[in-house]
């Protein structure tokens, strides 16, 4: 029997979402910093926003494989759209696992899109340990927060929201939280390096409101939902955004040196030597950290002792490379990947979000380093 397989339907509709409305319009995305509505529509009505949604309430029922898969093609056209649909998938994994149903069936419809609000002006990228509050009210609990960073703010339906515990000292809580609740608020307008269209602002929450049932999982209990269910979603599919970043990357480099001629040798970049080193490193680099993306899934799906130790590697190695691949890129389509005309530059600097996305790559490196001393993660 033949090992191929028929490509599952989803990522037939993604790819005609791909070539018909994302990658049309990455390069205006981009330069206008505009978040990719059309892009969250049309993959809402291909099914996709419900892809890891179970299929008892309407979604695929897919898990960490598909969403990479889904996430780096995203990200060879249009790493904006590609880290907006990483977020909305995190988010989902906590809806999934312990949100409203009403919410998960809109999820699965693709009628609602969610983001992770974790990282916060206080505790920086150590969202981990969140100093927010949430304090219970008559009405429910309220929430008061500075948000530092929150992919699709403003545009999302709801945020997965970390608080301090409110009843368990030291501890956190998550929060669902409609972004249609009073006291939210958008300070300024997303203008970044990159990631441009993924309208990362700082959200602000002053006494917002929302129903006790709201809370995700128990209170005290949010590292069993940041650490527990939301990290394995956030590293596989942030690394799949860096491999994708770093195929785009690598192909648009061979086409412009393979096409670009010096005419007074008559040759074309491509016969220079140093210049198919350069391409060879690239190709390794992005096979390197796909492959260890493909065993991270395959250590999550089968439940392998090491897996939590793939989850921690998976993005810091990703992310490296990606820019490193990128650097390498822009070294190798010269002057003319300085200027938009090649367009490996919008690669090179989406590129540069993943070290700094929390876990950061340097935050990550200390967790590995205590896995392989034996040390817990947190003193
Ligand atoms: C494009 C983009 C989208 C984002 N989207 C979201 C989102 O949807 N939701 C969300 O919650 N957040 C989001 N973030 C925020 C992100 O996860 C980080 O929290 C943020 O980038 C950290 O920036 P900072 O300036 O606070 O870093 P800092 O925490 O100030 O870090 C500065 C430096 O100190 C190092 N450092 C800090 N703590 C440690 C540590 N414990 N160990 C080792 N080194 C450490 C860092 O590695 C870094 O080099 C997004 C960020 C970006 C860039």
Redesign the pocket.
């Known amino acids: 029997m033949s090992e191929q397989t028929a490509q599952p339907a989803y990522l037939t509709e993604l790819e005609k979402v791909i070539n018909n409305v994302i990658a049309p319009a990455a390069v205006e995305i981009d330069a206008s910093a505009s978040f990719p509505r059309a892009a969250l529509d049309a993959l809402g009505q291909a099914g996709l926003l419900g892809l890891i949604s179970s299929p008892e309430v309407g979604g695929l029922g897919q898990a960490h494989r598909a969403a990479a898969q889904v996430v780096e093609c995203l990200a060879t056209e249009c790493a904006s759209t590609a880290?907006v649909v990483c977020?909305h998938y995190c988010a989902t994994a906590a809806i999934e696992a312990f949100g409203p149903r009403a919410v998960r069936e809109e999820i699965a419809a693709g009628r609602h899109v969610s983001?992770?609000?974790?990282?916060e002006s206080g505790s920086?990228?150590?969202?981990w340990a969140p100093v927010s509050t949430a304090t219970p009210v008559a009405e429910g609990v309220r929430l008061d927060a500075h948000?530092?960073?929150?992919?699709s703010a403003g545009q999302a339906d709801s945020y997965v929201w970390s608080s301090r515990a409110i009843a368990v000292e030291g501890q956190s809580s998550v929060w669902l939280v409609p972004a249609s609740s009073k006291g939210l608020s958008i300070p300024a307008p997303f203008n970044?390096l990159g990631?441009r269209g993924?309208y990362?602002s700082p959200v602000i929450g002053e006494g917002v409101v929302i129903p006790a049932e709201n809370l995700l999982g128990t209170d005290g209990g949010g590292a069993d939902v940041m650490l527990g269910v939301v990290l394995p979603y956030f590293q596989v599919m942030n690394a799949a955004c860096s491999t994708g970043i770093m195929e785009a990357a690598t192909n648009k480099a061979v086409t412009h040196v393979s096409g670009t001629e010096l005419t007074h040798t008559g040759q074309s970049l491509a016969d220079l030597p140093t210049v198919r080193a350069y391409l060879a490193r690239m190709r390794i680099k992005t096979d390197q950290a796909r492959a260890l993306l493909q065993d991270t899934v395959t250590a999550l799906k089968t439940g392998r002792a090491d897996a939590m130790l793939r989850v921690l590697e998976v993005k810091a190695a990703a992310g490296e490379n990606a820019n490193e691949v990128t650097d390498l890129a822009m070294r190798v389509c010269g002057g003319a990947a300085y200027r938009k005309e090649v367009g490996v530059e919008r690669h090179f600097r989406d590129a540069r979000?993943s070290t700094?996305?929390?876990p950061?790559?340097?935050?990550l490196y200390?967790f590995i380093g205590r896995v392989l001393c034996g040390k817990p993660l947190f003193d």
């Not at 920086?124 to 969202?127: K, Q």
């Open positions: 880290m977020m983001t992770l609000a974790f990282s920086r990228s150590n969202f948000k530092s960073w929150a992919t970044g990631l993924n990362s979000a700094v996305m929390a950061t790559a340097d935050a200390d």
